[in-house]
């Protein structure tokens, strides 16, 4: 029987896209022929993903999940929402979701780690889902927060199942206060969040060059009113401040009553505990955001599978 190198099978998942493990029992199978082995992958359905992995993945899932003080939100694309219904791609979501909690928010760490019970790493587990599934998938992002004391809290808008949806929120809160407190307090924000879209977190957060522009847009605004350079100044900086208003969540004004600043909210609900808490982090995931869809001509697509 012919060695199976690592080379070897580095060549076969090269031209196959198949995972790293259904490459070696491909070759293992076919006494290492090459092109027997991609035929064999191809009989098994796993040699499709290659060619699945240029079409856009703009649908799909997000997934929120926490223990305590650490939380992770994770995003994994698909190119339907029929795919986003199917159990298999959910239990596959929610399980990338579990190991970004303890791997980090890093992508090459996630997707290197071991997908449970399978042999294969994340990598190769969506490679597999891919050919197995029958479209096109990535793994997008992921954002993991903790605190050192306290409580990271989750809240997953129009959710499928518990932890599952479309717009997933953490928001992670330092305290001594009890957990129920919280929960509660932290539910409520990121609710907000999800609602209101904050960018940043503190005015001290705002990115400088988003400012710069925003300033400038603000400035030439201000001058086609004729007025003098001191006014311009004036009114730039109260345009600045609605600015804030609406990209800050701590300048924000609470969605829930809409009158009260975020700020305003915690301090409300330290007074209430009797201890300090501070939001020190959130992250807001919302499914494609961002994404380039593809537009596409229907008709000219099923005239084409017609025609094989």
């Known amino acids: 029987m012919a060695a199976i190198t690592a080379a070897l099978v580095k060549e076969l998942r090269d031209k196959s896209g198949a995972g790293m493990m259904d490459c070696k029992k491909a070759l293992a199978e076919t006494d290492g022929d090459m092109e027997a082995a991609v035929d064999w992958l191809r009989t098994k359905g796993l040699a499709a993903a290659q060619k699945k992995s240029g079409r856009v993945a703009a649908d799909g899932l997000v997934t929120v999940t926490a223990t305590g003080n650490r939380g992770a939100v994770v995003e994994i694309n698909a190119e339907t929402d029929f795919v986003a219904r199917n159990e298999s791609f959910q239990d596959f979501v929610s399980t990338i979701g579990s190991i970004a909690l303890d791997a980090g928010d890093n992508a090459d760490t996630i997707l290197a780690a071991a997908y449970p ?40 808008h129009g959710a499928l199942k518990p932890g599952l949806g479309k717009i997933g929120v953490l928001v992670a809160l330092e305290s001594d206060a009890p957990a129920e ?7 409520q924000l990121a609710m907000h969040i999800a609602a209101a879209r904050p960018e940043f977190l503190s005015v001290a957060d705002v990115d400088a060059e ?12 201000a ?13 730039v900086e109260g345009r600045l401040r ?3 208003e609406e990209v800050v969540l701590t300048e924000q004004v609470f969605v829930i009553d809409n009158e009260t600043k975020i700020t305003k909210v915690v301090e409300n609900a330290a007074k209430d505990a009797g201890t300090a808490i501070a939001l020190k982090g959130f992250a807001r995931f919302e499914l494609g955001q961002g994404i380039e869809k593809e537009e596409t001509d229907f008709a000219a697509e099923v005239a084409q599978a017609v025609q094989g």
Do not use: C, W
């Open 210 to 221: 988003a400012l710069e522009r925003e300033r400038t847009v603000l400035t030439e605004q």
């Open 223 to 235: 001058r086609e009113s004729g007025k003098p350079e001191n006014i311009i100044e004036k009114m």
């Open 181 to 187: 407190t919280l929960e509660a307090l932290g539910k």
């Open 117 to 156: 019970d399978t042999g294969r790493t994340v990598a190769e587990q969506l490679t597999h889902n891919i050919a197995t599934i029958g479209e096109n998938m990535s793994f997008r992002r992921a954002s993991v927060l903790e605190v050192s004391n306290g409580l990271v809290a989750t809240y997953m």
């Open 242 to 244: 609605k600015y804030y």
